[in-house]
């Protein structure tokens, strides 16, 4: 069992080892400018990614109000078709030739009433399919956005990593080279006193 934790962590610790980047010297002034732009980058990223958040939840609240309005719809397609079923009760049960007229005209108007009402539901419900496949679009750009903020904020600690040991080399340089000036001195004072 040991032997099997042993392996396993070393199955593991590999692929997370090779694939952590050692820092390297690098020019500070051009490493300086490509974490600022991607900076930038990210900054511009999260300010569409904001944006989108904002679009989708305008496109959210119109997808409620489509899906109320469709209930309200349904409700007056049900009161219509009681109605209906009243007229033709009604139709059926006159003989009267002026009322049957009316009543005709009456189902007539339900009608073309039931069938723009059904138009009416169509485009509501064509309007929150097409806000779903915004929203959708929406939602893959931010996830798009997100990853390449994240690749960017890698890169960024790197290039600070990479940064700071240049400058800490910068600087142990600096004391090698005010080490060998003193050296050069003592030098120079031995050889001026011992000629």
Avoid: W
Wanted: charged share 25%; net charge negative.
């Amino acid at each position: 069992m040991q032997r099997f934790l042993a392996v396993s962590f070393f199955i593991f610790l590999i692929p997370a080892l090779l694939a952590a980047r050692v820092p390297v010297f690098v020019d500070i002034t051009s490493a300086e400018n490509e974490i600022s732009q991607r900076q930038q980058s990210n900054d511009a990223a999260a300010g569409q990614s904001g944006d989108l958040e904002s679009q989708i939840a305008s496109l959210e609240q119109d997808n409620q109000a489509q899906r109320d309005k469709i209930a309200q719809a349904r409700g007056l397609l049900s009161d219509l078709s009681v109605s209906r079923g009243e007229l033709y009760a009604a139709r059926n049960r006159t003989n009267d030739l002026e009322q049957k007229k009316r009543v005709v005209e009456q189902l007539t108007k339900n009608m073309a009433q039931d069938y723009e009402l059904q138009g009416m539901i169509e485009k509501f419900t064509k309007k929150i399919e097409d806000n779903n496949v915004l929203i959708e679009a929406h939602r893959k750009q931010i996830a798009r956005n997100n990853l390449s903020i994240r690749e960017n904020e890698e890169e960024i600690n790197y290039l600070r990593q990479c940064v700071t040991m240049t400058e800490g080399n910068e600087n142990s340089l600096d004391d090698i080279i005010s080490r060998q000036n003193s050296n050069s001195s003592a030098f120079d004072s031995f050889v001026s006193a011992n000629q």
